[in-house]
């Protein structure tokens, strides 16, 4: 089949695409052409979208923001290293099973004494026999949904966030390989659940340890690299509307040149909008005008202590040479 | 889905493009597997054919699994994808790495291969040197721009010895001739009737005649000036030789061309070329050939050179046709079709079976072993 002679190449993407950019415009985050392809092939061939990216960059953001522009449940598993299928997929509730079967021996006592008042025999209370006790404690009234499960067996369609897989371990990985592939979980005791709307999947991933090929394999991806100047003055804006524009420069060029002195915990944009929003809450409008008010909120960006000495002794280099500085003709 | 059925007209099909830009990427070690060629293959159906921007983002979310790859896709997509590059190298401190810049006037005509470093030479090519692994690699795969130095090299070397082998048979053809008696005896004179100096009738010498017909379309462009470099070699000692171009139309690139420089060359097929993806009309360009040159440059000895993978836009009856022509007039007609080494026997390409009976040769030169032979096939 040649894809350039198919009726299907006449079928232009513009308008989704369009919308889709609008969508996240709307929720206030600010996109690229490349991300939008991606997001956008992530619902038209239904496959995962790996986003990787220092931290604070704005990769949860992004399935926040689509799980709000197409007006859907977002459902986040957030990875931690240990992690393992019973808090990801599904899990049985021990408590109430233990409960029912408690409950359980203390009807079929009550309904026994009953049945030997009455003169019945015991063969006519089926409900109460030990396959039948086995077959209601393992079906899906004591099944707790656990996020991937919840996202596989939900009716509408879901945005499922997978963050910071790389904190995951490696056997968390293979069991993740069923979901993306197939979007089936199989449970033993039920058989397999296949999803009813297939998700939208994001998984994030910071870079801390190296994910699998397969995995790789069966996602769509996407890097997000710290933005450049102009784009993030528009992150800025975008999520503090009231900033004065000249500080939002400010603080852009600060953190852009921050980025280059080596830092040990680099800040991110998510960084840049937490001081730029202190700053305004303090009511700095010019970081060079009020520098002490400036350096008490600067643990907003800063981290660990190599990284304060640093800052100091960095300080002036910082300061000067505002790109909005620009000498009058 | 079998690639090699979507050249039924010369338009290069887009599934074969993308499989190829997937092998590409494979020797730059990404992860072009068939699922991800699959989706590539849908990115293209849904929104490649009209727009660059949002081919290169699709097949970027597509082909890419790491940080590296999403750093380096851009300029390979731009290499392939666009015509308009040049590559130039830069080393950083990390070592080295190539760099894709773009120019409005140059026309990409190599392919890629980047895989001789010389780290993966030693371990995939055990005891193997750059020149072996270098010359049984396909051209399209060359890419690295010390690599096309280096290939660029062993094509002129090629040459030259083909050259050489050239003036040795003519020497010895010369030697050991007819003896001139009525000179010798007169130079004999001199020593008292001893013959000392015997003189011998000059042979004329009769050079063969070639005539080139270069193809230069966008599926050819890889190999072109390769092949171009090679014939200007080559026939730099055959004076009389003719070479033309052609694309949608015939472009006479002159009598004695070993002389232009190659700079003049891709001038030329930089002028002749039409978008990224443009129609070879080969049997037009032969037609306007038959017409305009075949009584001229034609004569009874007279080698024919096609260079083309007979990829065009009429049918290839109507081709076989105006081969039929310039072939019955020919000493005889070698075609040179690159793609041939990516055909295997069993199936061969249908579009040159009307053809084939017009050829004197039907041969590949798609790397050095290739040439090599063609050369002996020209010079026999």
């Given at each position: 089949m040649d894809y350039a002679t198919t009726d299907k190449a006449l079928d232009l993407p513009g308008k989704d695409r369009a919308q889709l950019a609008g969508s996240l415009k709307q929720q206030g985050y600010v996109t690229d052409p490349s991300l939008i392809s991606s997001l956008y092939l992530l619902e038209k061939l239904g496959k995962p979208l790996l986003v990787e990216g220092e931290a604070g960059v704005g990769k949860t953001e992004i399935a926040k923001c689509l799980a709000k522009a197409q007006g859907r449940k977002l459902i986040r598993l957030q990875c931690y290293e240990g992690l393992d299928a019973q808090h990801a997929l599904y899990d049985w509730d021990y408590q109430r099973q233990l409960l029912a079967i408690q409950m359980s021996g203390q009807m079929s006592g009550q309904m026994s004494g009953q049945q030997q008042f009455r003169g019945e025999s015991a063969e006519q209370t089926p409900s109460t026999s030990i396959p039948d006790i086995k077959q209601a404690l393992y079906s899906e009234d004591y099944l707790l949904k656990r996020p991937l499960f919840a996202a596989i067996a939900s009716e509408e369609p879901v945005v499922l966030l997978i963050d910071e897989i790389d904190r995951a371990d490696q056997e968390f990985e293979a069991l993740l390989l069923e979901v993306l592939s197939d979007f089936q979980i199989s449970i033993p005791e039920l058989g397999t659940f296949t999803a009813r709307s297939r998700p939208s999947v994001i998984l994030t991933s910071n870079g801390i340890r190296d994910l699998s090929d397969a995995l790789r394999r069966r996602c769509l991806y996407h890097y997000i690299d710290y933005p450049p100047s102009d784009k993030e003055q528009k992150i800025i804006r975008s999520r503090l509307?009231?900033?004065d524009e000249n500080l939002a420069k400010q603080v852009v060029s600060y953190v852009q040149k921050l980025r280059t002195v080596g830092m040990r915990k680099t800040p991110g944009v998510a960084e840049s909008i937490d001081w730029a929003s202190a700053l305004m809450a303090i009511g700095v409008v010019d970081l060079r005008a009020e520098p002490e008010l400036t350096d008490s909120t600067l643990s907003c960006l800063v981290k660990t202590r190599n990284d304060l000495e640093l800052l100091k002794r960095e300080q002036a280099a910082l300061y000067g040479?505002?790109?909005?500085e620009e000498p009058q003709q | 889905m079998n690639p090699m059925k979507n050249h039924s007209n010369n338009i290069p099909s887009v599934t074969n493009r993308v499989l190829e830009f997937a092998s590409i990427l494979r020797s730059y070690n990404f992860a072009a597997n068939p699922s991800s060629i699959n989706d590539a293959l849908r990115v293209a159906a849904e929104q490649?054919?009209?727009d660059h921007h949002l081919l290169q983002d699709g097949f970027r979310a597509c082909f890419c699994k790491t940080p590296e790859q999403w750093k380096n896709f851009d300029k390979l997509f731009v290499a392939y994808w666009k015509n308009q590059i040049t590559v130039s190298e830069e080393t950083t401190s990390e070592g080295s790495s190539s760099t894709v810049t773009t120019t409005p006037q140059t026309q990409r005509l190599v392919g890629f291969a980047g895989t001789s470093s010389d780290e993966e030479q030693s371990v995939n090519v055990y005891g193997s040197g750059d020149y072996s692994a270098l010359s049984l690699a396909d051209f399209r795969f060359v890419f690295n721009p010390a690599e096309k130095q280096l290939i660029d090299q062993y094509v002129d070397e090629l040459a030259q010895r083909c050259r050489r082998r050239y003036v040795r048979k003519t020497r010895i053809a010369n030697s050991g001739v007819r003896v001139a008696l009525p000179q010798s005896i007169k130079r004999s004179l001199q020593y008292q009737g001893a013959v000392f100096q015997l003189k011998f009738h000059a042979r004329k010498k009769k050079l063969p005649s070639f005539v080139l017909l270069l193809d230069i379309s966008q599926s050819m462009d890889i190999y072109a000036r390769l092949f171009l470099r090679f014939t200007r070699k080559l026939l730099s000692v055959f004076e009389s030789s003719h070479a033309f171009a052609f694309n949608i139309e015939l472009i006479d690139l002159g009598?004695?061309?070993?002389?232009?420089e190659e700079s003049d060359f891709e001038h030329t097929i930089n002028t002749a070329s039409q978008g990224w993806i443009g129609g070879t009309r080969i049997s037009r360009s032969f037609e306007t050939f038959n017409q305009c040159h075949l009584n001229n440059l034609?004569?009874?000895h007279t080698t024919i050179l096609v260079f083309s993978d007979g990829c065009d836009t009429a049918s290839p009856n109507d081709l076989a046709e105006q081969v039929r022509i310039f072939a019955n007039r020919a000493r005889r007609v070698i075609w040179v079709n690159p793609l041939l080494g990516r055909i295997s026997d069993d199936h061969p390409d249908p579009r040159m079976q009307p053809i084939k009976p017009y050829l004197t040769h039907y041969m590949s030169s798609h790397n050095l072993p290739s040439l090599l032979k063609l050369n002996k096939v020209l010079l026999s």
């Open positions: 509307p009231g900033i040479n505002e790109p909005d | 490649a054919l009209h009598r004695g061309f070993h002389s232009l034609v004569k009874s």
